[in-house]
């Protein structure tokens, strides 16, 4: 099992930012990319960024520019700083894991945090 845990979403004003972050833990593992998604009310979950092992990114269009993916692999932690933040950025915000854990593959998510671009 991998857990991931995430941290950081809240209540922010228009234009203001936001750092989330996700820890994973559990057994021996490898993990090959981590990524987020978020999930606004009424529609579907939607990637926003990821990240490789190797540190090799992808945004999607409506966050370029604006949000930052990074990872520590030692501490097998993923970020996103989320900066010029919008109303249209509200939304539950989910980490996600993929990779190999015992040989096996694995594709984990965190519980999500709730963030909230409000003024």
């Known amino acids: 099992q991998v857990q991931l845990r995430e941290s950081g979403g809240g209540l922010v004003q228009p234009g203001g930012s936001l750092r989330l972050s996700c820890a994973a833990s559990?057994?021996?593992?490898?993990?090959?990319?981590m990524g987020w998604y978020r999930q606004a009310p009424g529609k579907q979950r939607e990637l926003v960024a990821s990240?490789?092992?190797?540190?090799?990114?992808n945004y999607a269009d409506s966050v370029k520019g604006r949000f930052t993916i990074s990872r520590d692999n030692a501490k097998n932690t993923v970020y996103l700083q989320m900066n010029s933040l919008k109303p249209e950025d509200t939304a539950v915000y989910y980490c996600?894991?993929?990779?190999?854990?015992?040989?096996?593959?694995?594709?984990?998510w965190g519980q999500g945090t709730q963030v909230t671009v409000s003024s």
């Open positions: 996600n894991a993929q990779g190999v854990v015992v040989g096996k593959p694995f594709n984990s």
């Open positions: 559990g057994s021996i593992f490898s993990i090959n990319v």
């Open positions: 990240i490789t092992r190797g540190g090799s990114t």
